[in-house]
């Protein structure tokens, strides 16, 4: 399976730019999307295939990266954007998940 | 608008099997692949399979295989998902959620917890 590789946890101060990682084991071409979960809800779709903005999303969201390396940049980061941030490829079989980036404001 | 309304929490005895449903509105259920993913506590997200609703078609990640099995039910727009051979290491929540035209999930259920527990 593809393993999708995201640092553990961020700390950042509101209205900084931070920027999460996520590096796939094998190319995933731009098959990669990104998610937000707060405890106790359900992931929320930000970006897909690397840079599209989900419907509804700030624009303060945005995504780069194709083939291993993949970044999901928050300009400027808000109060609300406490949660954990996952990585998803769905280019090779099966469909997997990273572990997840646990952001914190300062 | 697009609606995924999961049934309710489970407490559910080791050995034994769960199903657990979906229903969907505000889209056409045939026409849309539902998907089912795993959240166990603490942990991340793993993705079970989808189904097809307008076939029945089904396709699991190969490690459930024979743990979980997709069946949907076009008359009431509800998808289910069985769980078999509970252990405690299926003990976790599980969500349902729409694809589009490619494998990301823009709706989700709002998830099913499930505890296994003598």
């Known amino acids: 399976d593809t393993v999708l590789t995201q640092s553990p946890a961020l700390a950042v101060s509101p209205g900084e730019r931070v920027s999460i990682s996520c590096r796939a084991s094998e190319g995933v071409n731009s098959y990669m999307h990104w998610y937000q979960q707060k405890p106790g809800q359900q992931p929320k779709l930000l970006i897909y295939?690397?840079?599209n903005l989900a419907s509804g999303v700030p624009a303060r969201f945005s995504g780069s990266g194709s083939g291993t390396d993949f970044t999901l940049t928050i300009d400027p980061v808000e109060a609300d954007d406490t949660a954990t941030y996952f990585c998803q490829q769905s280019w090779n079989d099966p469909n997997t998940f990273g572990a997840g980036t646990k952001l914190e404001l300062k | 608008q697009v609606q995924l309304q999961q049934s309710g929490t489970e407490l559910v005895k080791p050995a034994s099997s769960v199903k657990i449903s979906c229903k969907a509105s505000?889209?056409?259920?045939?026409?849309?692949?539902m998907h089912w993913i795993r959240q166990q506590p603490g942990n991340g997200l793993e993705w079970i399979g989808w189904i097809y609703p307008g076939n029945g078609n089904t396709k699991y990640n190969q490690k459930f295989d024979g743990k979980a099995t997709l069946t949907a039910d076009k008359s009431s727009s509800t998808a289910y998902m069985q769980l078999s051979s509970l252990t405690s290491e299926d003990s976790a929540v599980y969500f349902c959620a729409r694809s589009g035209y490619g494998d990301w999930f823009a709706y989700w259920g709002q998830g099913t917890l499930v505890t296994v527990s003598s």
């Open positions: 505000g889209y056409t259920f045939t026409s849309n692949y």
């Open positions: 295939k690397a840079s």
